[in-house]
């Protein structure tokens, strides 16, 4: 059974970092897309940054210049590094990889880390 466990969230103030984490475990073959999303309380869920397996990232323009999303092919992982975090980037954070188990890809989630920055 594959699972998607993220990490690193918190509680920051406004104009600080934080570097999340969402590490992929199990039985699998391979990995290719993998994306952070993110949902606030009553809102919908959002892309914030994706990367494919050929390590070209895109991002959305409410984050460019101040996210960096990254992949560890060896770890299983998928990174996300945000700097200068705003009050409105409060939400919870979930990952999502596209993962190859043999047969056929799949979509898997994690269950989102909480960041919450205060203004």
């Known amino acids: 059974q594959v699972q998607l466990v993220e990490s690193g969230g918190g509680f920051v103030q406004a104009g600080e970092s934080l570097r999340l984490s969402c590490a992929a475990s199990g039985s699998f073959f391979s990995i290719g897309d993998m994306a952070w999303y993110r949902q606030a309380p009553g809102k919908q869920r959002d892309v914030v940054a994706s990367?494919?397996?050929?390590?070209?990232?895109n991002y959305a323009e409410s984050v460019k210049g101040r996210v960096t999303i990254s992949r560890d092919i060896a770890k299983n992982t998928v990174n996300l590094q945000m700097n200068t975090l705003k009050f409105e980037d409060t939400a919870n954070y979930l990952c999502t990889m596209r993962i190859f188990d043999g047969r056929r890809w799949n979509a898997y989630w994690g269950r989102g880390t909480q960041v919450t920055v205060s203004s």
């Open positions: 990367i494919d397996s050929t390590g070209i990232s």
